[in-house]
């Protein structure tokens, strides 16, 4: 049985490189058929976990997804993206036209991998360090300085906070060797006093137990899948209340509008989203169904204005729809929360200067004894230079106060320290318990009402 088993593994890899090789995948780039976007045409064998394959190569260039049309049933693939960049144009930079080709084309023979994609690259000159655990105040702050103290740099780091829940991927080097720290003694205490840290407040509560991971090597899944996935096994998604005709969550915020219906007579299922447009939120979704082992079969995506309307068509791999009215819950309930993770609360901060030991330590140090709390942060180093992007509100909840911000530029430099953006005007929850503590103090924020789905 196990030969005949390997064998038919065997047989549908050569299956899938022989479909490859005699229909390869067509790749048609097109700044002429629309004023404003270029149009993207994929068309390719269609395989489980193709969709996210393609967006998370337009996501990873920084490109904006205006609308895209996907149609994957059977046993081809055909998607048509209309995208800008950053800056609301045209895409016409050769050089990123050339990687699309290349990655999404027939050149591609790996199939691609996450390795490959920009701004991502594999390294051994590092260590990565996985945390989950509950938020709490100063836990960011706290976390810095045990790495500066055990001679650890983060040149690295995406940290997200959600619901009560902290998430981070850093990556860190040895401050002596700048390389990665391959010591097992050494691994096993930086492992043992992160630990330490991250069970400060939550000893009370066994379901909240804090993870650290620790290796000197890079795995194969990006940071922001890895964040998703870390959030998703600690199971935030748990405290989402889908009461019918809910605009707010406990702690202020206008949640997403989501719904999942079944159309029995096809055997799908049908998801819909309305929430307010941002950056990757197209990856978020189409992430949060393929983690969870769903087949998107068609979909249709209209971003153009301030409010994303994604429609989805979905089976299970077996081919079966959502089952139950449990399951249909839990599905609302992921994709909330994936929505919400990534949702930039506050102003927004740069720092932009020269990389040493216990920085990021300092800098933490320096917004938690100004009452600033961080809601997220993107830590990066290039070049000897960190450039660390935050975004922070005021303890209070309220929009930050200009004064605060004045004196913490003062203290670290007025033009290491910009301001990016106009404040973010936040109201206090009214419900202390389910704030939600940031690596500094509590969150809450209210957007603008969306109204409810109806299919």
């Known amino acids: 049985m196990d ?13 899938a490189k022989f479909i490859r090789r005699v229909n390869p995948p067509r790749v048609v780039i097109d700044n002429e058929v629309c004023k404003n976007v270029t149009v993207i045409k994929v068309d390719s064998a269609n395989k489980h976990g193709i969709l996210l394959e393609v967006v998370q190569v337009l996501t990873d260039l920084n490109l904006t997804i205006k609308k895209a049309y996907i149609s994957s049933d059977g046993g081809w693939f055909m998607d048509v993206f209309n995208v800008t960049d950053q800056d609301g144009n045209k895409v016409t930079d050769e050089i990123v036209l050339g990687y699309i080709r290349k990655s999404l084309g027939p050149d591609d023979s790996s199939c691609y991998s996450p390795r490959s994609t920009i701004g991502v690259k594999q390294s051994v ?62 691994l096993s205490q930086i492992r043992k006093l992160l630990g330490y840290v991250l069970t400060g407040g939550s000893r009370s509560r066994r379901s909240c137990e804090p993870k650290t991971t620790v290796s000197s090597s890079l795995d194969e899944t990006y940071a922001d899948r890895k964040l998703h996935q870390l959030m998703f096994a600690d199971r935030d998604y748990d405290e989402w ?24 007579d096809l055997d799908y299922s049908v998801v819909m989203i309305r929430c307010k447009d941002r950056p990757k939120l197209l990856f978020d979704t189409v992430f949060t169904l393929t983690d969870m082992n769903y087949v998107v079969s068609h979909a249709s995506i209209d971003a153009e204005g301030p409010e994303a309307y994604q429609e989805y068509y979905i089976r299970h791999t077996d081919g079966s729809p959502v089952k139950s009215e449990a399951e249909r819950q839990r599905v609302i309930k992921c994709l909330k929360a994936a929505i919400q993770r990534r949702v930039s609360e506050g102003l927004k901060l740069e720092l932009c200067t020269s990389d040493r030991v216990g920085l990021l330590s300092d800098v933490t140090r320096i917004f938690r004894e100004n009452s600033l709390t961080v809601t997220r942060a993107e830590v990066k180093t290039k070049g000897g230079k960190a450039l660390n992007t935050f975004y922070v509100k005021d303890a209070s909840g309220y929009q930050v106060d200009a004064k605060t911000i004045d004196a913490i530029r003062q203290v670290i430099g007025q033009t290491i320290l910009q301001v990016k953006g106009g404040n973010t005007e936040v109201k206090p929850s009214s419900q202390e318990s389910q704030t939600g503590f940031l690596f500094g103090v509590f969150k809450s924020r209210s957007f603008v009402n969306f109204g409810l789905i109806r299919s």
Not at 3 to 15: A, K, P
Not at 163 to 173: C, D, E, H, N, P
Not at 241 to 264: A, F, I, Y
Request: proline share 3%.
């Open 125 to 186: 000159d590092f260590t990565v360090i996985e945390l989950t655990g509950t938020d709490r105040p100063g836990l960011l702050s706290e976390l810095c300085a045990v790495l500066t103290d055990l001679q650890c740099n983060v040149v690295n780091a995406e940290i997200w906070t959600h619901r009560a829940k902290a998430a981070a991927v850093l990556q860190v080097t040895d401050e002596e060797t700048c390389s990665a720290v391959t010591d097992p003694e050494r």
């Open 241 to 264: 209340e889908n009461n019918v005709g809910d605009d707010e969550d406990k702690s202020g915020r206008v949640v997403p509008d989501v719904d999942v219906s079944n159309l029995h």
């Open 3 to 15: 030969v005949c088993l390997s064998y038919s593994y065997h047989m549908d890899d050569e299956i």
